[in-house]
Every structure is written in structure tokens, then in C-alpha cells.
């Protein structure tokens, strides 16, 4: 009964390298959200991800950034030349279908840019 | 601008009592709202839900209450328990079909619970 995986759990990037967290849904779930938590404060939107397909890149930052959900294979977030500002958690959540239906959190991948 | 706020960054309860996490929000689109809990190093776990439709869910020691008119829900926890001490998150949504909505979840910025044996 394997929930939502992320991985890797920890990644240390120096300024100006890329960053690739990669998120494998719940077993029947086909809706991938993406999060981000900085310190004290509560989880953001990013995007929001069906197979092939980005539904809402609102939460986004216009540069640097990507999300992709392949027909195989995990949702990647992809970060561009990072900055030490992005260094925060990244949470991947997945649901059955885009109604309301409850999100379920991976445990999350701690970047550290340094 | 801070659309579900939770004002109380903290709160200590002796164990056995009473636990009440409140959260209020500004949108009236939203219809749906969530509370979820989170340990340290962990990703937040689900614990309870709410549809705008009631005004109350239970499920086990947790009770939600929702007061649409004043855009408030709270988050009961009934005997606490020292294993409850985590922080908890109370989100919220809009109708996929509403405003252009996706259903992404809004959360509050988190009550640190702390439940002393």
C-alpha cells in the first residue's frame, strides 16, 4: 500500500546547478499537485499536473522553473540554476481525480542550496 | 494577502484535555476544507475533512466545525494525547468549477501543538 514517494529526500545543490525532485503518485491517482513550504510558514501552491498535460502553473515562479508528468514515469519538478532562495521544502501531493477529493502528501524533499 | 489564516502559532494542552485549533478564512468561494497533521522531517497527513454542505465531521478523538457566516472551522481533538503534538494545517479549496479553481489547496500557516503528559 505504497502512499506518495518523493525522492530524493534531501538534495544539496550549489548556486547556478539544477535540481530535479521527482514524485510518484498514490497507485490510482492521476492528479499530482506540487508545493513548496518555506521555513515558518504554511505550504504554496506551485502546479497542479495531469498525464501529459499541466492543468495550472498559477503558483509558479515565471523563470527557472518546470513541472512535467509524463505518460511513464514520475512528475518531475525541475529547477534551473538555482539561487539560495530556493532552498525550502517541495511536497508533492496526489488525488484520484480533480474534483475534491483529499490530497495525499509524499514526504517531501529538502533542498538546500548552498 | 492571507486567504485561511490560523492566528495562534502555538498551543500547549495537558494531556486527557481538550484541544481546539481554530482557522478562519476570507474567500467565500471556498467549499471544502481540510485539516492535516505534520511532524518534523515528514510530509502533512491527512486527518480530517469538511464539505461546506455540513457544519460538523467526526471521526474519532477529531471534530471538525464549520461556521460558514463567520468563515471560521476549528479542529477538536478530544482526550488529547502526547502523540498528537505535531503541527496541523488547516487548507481549504474552491469548486474545480468556480472561478477558475483547480482544486489546489490554500493552507494556513500552522498551529504548533505541544500536548504535556
Known amino acids: 500500500n505504497a502512499g506518495v514517494m518523493q525522492n530524493p529526500r534531501h538534495l544539496v545543490r550549489r548556486r547556478g546547478q539544477e535540481a530535479r525532485l521527482r514524485c510518484s503518485p498514490m497507485?490510482?491517482?492521476?492528479?499530482v499537485y506540487w508545493y513548496r513550504q518555506l521555513p515558518e510558514e504554511g505550504l504554496k501552491f506551485m502546479v497542479y499536473?495531469?498525464?501529459?498535460?499541466?492543468?495550472?502553473e498559477s503558483g509558479m515562479p515565471k523563470e527557472r522553473f518546470s513541472a512535467e508528468f509524463p505518460k511513464e514515469g514520475p512528475s518531475i519538478l525541475r529547477i534551473q540554476q538555482v539561487v539560495r532562495g530556493d532552498s525550502a521544502a517541495y511536497f508533492c501531493a496526489s488525488s484520484p481525480a480533480r474534483t475534491q477529493e483529499t490530497q495525499y502528501f509524499g514526504p517531501g524533499t529538502r533542498l538546500l542550496v548552498l | 494577502d492571507q486567504q485561511v489564516k490560523q492566528n495562534s502559532p502555538s498551543l500547549s494542552v495537558q494531556e486527557g484535555r481538550i484541544s481546539i485549533l481554530n482557522c478562519d478564512y476570507t474567500?467565500?468561494?471556498?467549499?471544502?476544507f481540510l485539516w492535516y497533521k505534520k511532524y518534523p522531517a515528514e510530509g502533512p497527513t491527512f486527518l480530517i475533512s469538511i464539505s461546506s454542505i455540513k457544519d460538523k465531521n467526526e471521526d474519532g478523538r477529531f471534530t471538525v466545525f464549520l461556521n460558514k457566516s463567520a468563515k471560521h472551522l476549528s479542529l477538536h481533538i478530544v482526550p488529547s494525547q502526547p502523540g498528537d503534538s505535531a503541527v496541523y494545517f488547516c487548507a481549504a479549496s474552491a469548486n474545480p468549477g468556480y472561478g477558475g479553481s483547480q482544486g489546489n489547496l490554500i493552507f494556513g500557516k500552522g498551529t504548533k501543538l505541544s500536548v504535556k503528559p
Open positions: 499536473l495531469q498525464k501529459e498535460n499541466i492543468i495550472d
Open positions: 474567500n467565500s468561494m471556498f467549499d471544502y
Open positions: 497507485k490510482g491517482h492521476s492528479h
